[in-house]
């Protein structure tokens, strides 16, 4: 089984402040659910999501490469945002690969 695709959306400016309420942030889950993105966190402009490669494919065609649900190879081009979420959100990117600091940790001779 392949791992949720992992998505980061960044909310419209308005969504910041006050107008960002119980009753909004309702609408938001229930039109991510309608649409099968599961939240995985809120943060003050973004939020965090997985949905599945099904769903993926349903929603803006062939998944890409993945890694532990995250983007293989990194990509500018955001996803189309979908009717039921344009209210709301600004632009969906996948979320690229996270660098550890092992795996970023220069060679030896470096020091």
């Given at each position: ?7 980061q959306l ?7 402040g006050a ?9 938001i889950?229930?039109?991510l ?5 599961a ?7 973004t939020l965090?999501?997985q ?5 993926y ?13 995250f983007q ?11 009717a ?10 996948l ?5 550890t600091f092992?795996?970023a ?5 470096a020091y």
């Amino acid at each position: 089984m392949q791992s949720p695709i992992k998505l980061q959306l960044v909310l419209h400016p308005w969504m910041y402040g006050a107008q960002k309420n119980s009753a909004t942030v309702r609408e938001i889950e229930n039109a991510l659910e309608g649409l099968g993105i599961a939240i995985t966190s809120w943060g003050h402009a973004t939020l965090s999501s997985q949905i599945s490669a099904t769903n993926y494919a349903r929603l803006w065609g062939a998944p890409p490469k993945i890694s532990a649900g995250f983007q293989f190879e990194t990509s500018d081009e955001s996803l189309h945002v979908p009717a039921a979420l344009s209210t709301y959100v600004e632009s969906i990117a996948l979320c690229p690969a996270h660098i550890t600091f092992d795996s970023a940790k220069p060679p030896p001779s470096a020091y």
